[in-house]
């Protein structure tokens, strides 16, 4: 692989996260991932050594390191990135609002189509475009990580 080009995309995701809260928590769960990795045989030494020489490893990197280890192709890791991602919407979603699993259930075959065209819209993507545009999350994160209590770290 391109280790260099892999690094200035990983900064450049890395950068983008727009609140400290955002950065640690893609940062504390790239550092989980990265240690599962490392304790698989999948993962070769190029991979691991890349690892360990990434100052800040984050969760995107970890993401693309595993698909690279089990050689799962990007279109389909970008797939699973993706229902990943609802997933964890629609968990937090049952968890704070009187939402069960059946709804959670439609919900997810509704946004199904959505889910599929964002697939389509992130490979026409030219990186040097990239970033986000949600500014309200953004003010969002800002007053959460601020708050005397929460529910979830983000």
């Given amino acids: ?4 080009q892999l690094l200035q995309v990983s900064e450049q995701h890395r950068a983008s996260r727009e609140t400290r809260e955002l950065h640690q928590e893609s940062r504390q769960m790239g550092y ?14 190029d ?19 595993a698909a690279r280890a089990w050689q799962i192709s990007p279109q389909d890791a970008l797939a699973a990135w993706l229902w990943s991602w609802l997933e964890n919407q ?12 059946q ?5 997810t075959s509704e946004l199904l189509p959505l889910l599929q065209q964002a697939q389509v819209n992130a490979t026409r993507q030219d990186t040097h475009h ?25």
Wanted: charged share 15%; aromatic share 8%.
């Fill in 1 to 4: 692989g391109d280790w260099g």
């Fill in 32 to 45: 989980s991932l990265q240690q599962l990795l490392n304790g698989l045989p999948e993962q070769d030494r």
């Fill in 47 to 65: 991979a691991r050594h890349f690892l360990e020489q990434t100052a800040e490893p984050h969760l995107a990197l970890g993401w693309a390191l």
């Fill in 90 to 101: 629609l968990a937090v979603l049952m968890k704070t609002l009187p939402l069960g699993q």
């Fill in 103 to 107: 709804a959670a259930q439609r919900l």
């Fill in 130 to 154: 990239a970033g986000s545009a949600a500014f309200g999350l953004s003010l969002a994160s800002m007053a959460h990580e601020r708050q005397y209590s929460r529910l979830f770290r983000s």
